[in-house]
T-cell receptor, first 114, second 113 residues
Framework: GAGVSQSPRYKVAKRGQDVALRCDPI?????LFWYQQALGQGPEFLTY????????KSGLPSDRFFAERPEGSVSTLKIQRTQQEDSAVYLC????????????FGPGTRLTVL | DQQVKQNSPSLSVQEGRISILNCDYT??????FLWYKKYPAEGPTFLIS?????DKNEDGRFTVFLNKSAKHLSLHIVPSQPGDSAVYFC????????????FGKGITLSVRP
């Protein structure tokens, strides 16, 4: 595809449910990032993959958050036992190479936890 | 502690005039800076960037200025157009591999026709 795609675009979950958010990066992009954007804030880093290796997960807020990229392309962000404070837009970004700072973002998934 | 600060939440400018969006940072390890533009219900779109070895980078109507000693950068849009109305995010990273971006809170720019 031409750009980064994410699905679903909107997700409503009841508190305690598990959710899985998908990211399809730009073809050939080695680096993949996940960010969380709360209302009125800028995106905040969650985790980073270089190919299939998760090299940085320092931004994940709790052990309920888990991300994977098993074949080095598509990535999934999973949130277990969702809480109301998990409500946010989850953005995925990819870049061509680890040394390239320009990241290209998908449209995001808006998660609402009731 | 906010490492990238965009202290003005909003800016309103007349069409055709200059828009100046400001950004300050505190982390001395940052040496690469980017501006992103975001429309509602879309992801941020990369606009322009600058490395700390430069003090200015220009791309069409957009120019970014970097004052490293003051830890300050600004985005100039000349002339401003109604289609420029959006939220603008300043972001920073250290150069090198695995460079996650640190974002400011964003500035909402409104360009009046």
């Amino acid at each position: 595809g031409a750009g980064v795609s994410q699905s679903p675009r909107y997700k409503v979950a009841k508190r305690g449910q598990d959710v899985a958010l998908r990211c399809d990066p730009i073809s050939g992009h080695v680096s993949l990032f996940w960010y969380q954007q709360a209302l009125g804030q800028g995106p905040e880093f969650l985790t980073y993959f270089q190919n299939e290796a998760q090299l940085d997960k320092s931004g994940l807020p709790s052990d309920r958050f888990f991300a994977e990229r098993p074949e080095g392309s598509v990535s999934t962000l999973k949130i277990q036992r969702t809480q109301q404070e998990d409500s946010a837009v989850y953005l995925c970004a990819s870049s061509l190479a680890p040394t390239k700072n320009e990241q290209f973002f998908g449209p995001g998934t808006r998660l609402t936890v009731l | 502690d906010q490492q990238v600060k965009q202290n003005s939440p909003s800016l309103s400018v007349q069409e055709g005039r200059i828009s100046i969006l400001n950004c300050d940072y505190t982390n001395s390890m940052f040496d690469y800076f980017l501006w992103y533009k975001k429309y509602p219900a879309e992801g941020p779109t990369f606009l322009i960037s600058i490395s700390s070895i430069k003090d200015k980078n220009e791309d069409g109507r957009f120019t970014v200025f970097l004052n490293k000693s003051a830890k300050h950068l600004s985005l100039h849009i000349v002339p401003s157009q109604p289609g420029d109305s959006a939220v603008y995010f300043c972001a920073a990273s250290p150069t090198g591999a695995n460079s996650k971006l640190t974002f400011g809170k964003g500035i909402t720019l409104s360009v009046r026709p």
